[in-house]
C-alpha cells in the first residue's frame, strides 16, 4: 500500500482519484493531496488522516480481493466525494471483516482492542465509540 502527497490520476485524460487497488496485483495507493485541500497542516492534520485512513481501508480491502460492499455504513461501500467520506465509517460491517479474516486468520478481538487505542490516542471519538460496540458485542 502506498500512500503519496501527489495528486492521483490514473491516466492523463482522467479525473483524479482518492485512492486506486489491483485485485490481480495486490498493490494499491492512496493519496493525502484532495484530503488535506493540497495543503496538509496542524489545523485540517486530523481530519486529513481520518479520510486516510478510510480509503486506505477500503483500498486495503480490495488488495485482500474484497468488492464493493452494499451496507452504506461499510468502509467497502465506494464513495465519490469528501463529503460522503467523511459521512462513511473508517470501518468494515460484519460481513466484509469476515471476509478479510477467512482469508487473513487474524484475532479479532485484538484488531480491535489496538483499533481502540489507536483512535484513543488520535481522538478519533465517533471511531472509538464504534470499535467500543463492536468490543461489546463480542462479549
Ligand atoms: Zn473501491
Ligand atoms: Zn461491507
Request: proline fraction near 2%; charged fraction near 20%; glycine fraction near 6%.
Amino acid at each position: 500500500m502506498g500512500i503519496t502527497e501527489k495528486d492521483l490520476f490514473p491516466k492523463p485524460e482522467w479525473n483524479y482519484v482518492f485512492g486506486l487497488a489491483s485485485y490481480e496485483d495486490g498493490v494499491g495507493v492512496t493519496s493525502i493531496y484532495r484530503f488535506s485541500n493540497g495543503y496538509l497542516s496542524e489545523s485540517n492534520f486530523n481530519e486529513s488522516l481520518e479520510r486516510l485512513i478510510k480509503i486506505s481501508s477500503h483500498e486495503i480491502g480490495h488488495m485482500f480481493g474484497i468488492s464493493h460492499c452494499l451496507n452504506a455504513n461499510c468502509v467497502m461501500n465506494g464513495t465519490n466525494s469528501l463529503p460522503e467520506t467523511d459521512f462513511h465509517f473508517a470501518r468494515a460491517c460484519s460481513l466484509c471483516q469476515q471476509k478479510l479474516k477467512s482469508s487473513l486468520h487474524y484475532d479479532h478481538q485484538k484488531r480491535l482492542l489496538d483499533l481502540k487505542q489507536f483512535f484513543e490516542k488520535q481522538h478519533f471519538n465517533s471511531e472509538l465509540s464504534r470499535a467500543d460496540q463492536d468490543l461489546n458485542l463480542l462479549k
